[in-house]
Nanobody, 114 residues
């Protein structure tokens, strides 16, 4: 069974930066489009960013220009570089295939203080 392990979250002041990582235990990692999602308290999980197997990226409007998604296939890892963080970015961040087909990991908490 595929396991997704997110890390890198923490508490940061508004305007600060964090870099999240997601390691996936799957041999065919490079075949997939990988996405980041987040869930704020009391809200539904929402799309944040994605990166295709060819390296094409897509972002939610609220993070475009501030977040950068990348991947290293040799490490089975996808990253999310987050800059100019805002209080509204607070939440638990998860990664998954773009269709959300794999079991969710535990996520990593990001808290931005204003």
């Amino acid at each position: 069974q595929v396991q997704l392990v997110e890390s890198g979250g923490g508490l940061v002041q508004a305007g600060g930066s964090l870099r999240l990582s997601c390691a996936a235990s799957i041999r065919t990692f490079s075949d997939y489009t990988w996405s980041w999602f987040r869930q704020a308290p009391g809200k539904e999980r929402e799309f944040v960013a994605s990166i295709s197997w060819r390296g094409s990226t897509d972002y939610a409007g609220s993070v475009k220009g501030r977040f950068t998604v990348s991947r290293v296939n040799a490490k089975n890892t996808v990253y999310l570089e987050m800059n100019s963080l805002q209080a509204e970015d607070t939440g638990v961040y998860y990664c998954n295939d773009a269709t959300r087909r794999f079991p969710w990991g535990q996520g990593t908490q990001v808290t931005v203080s204003s």
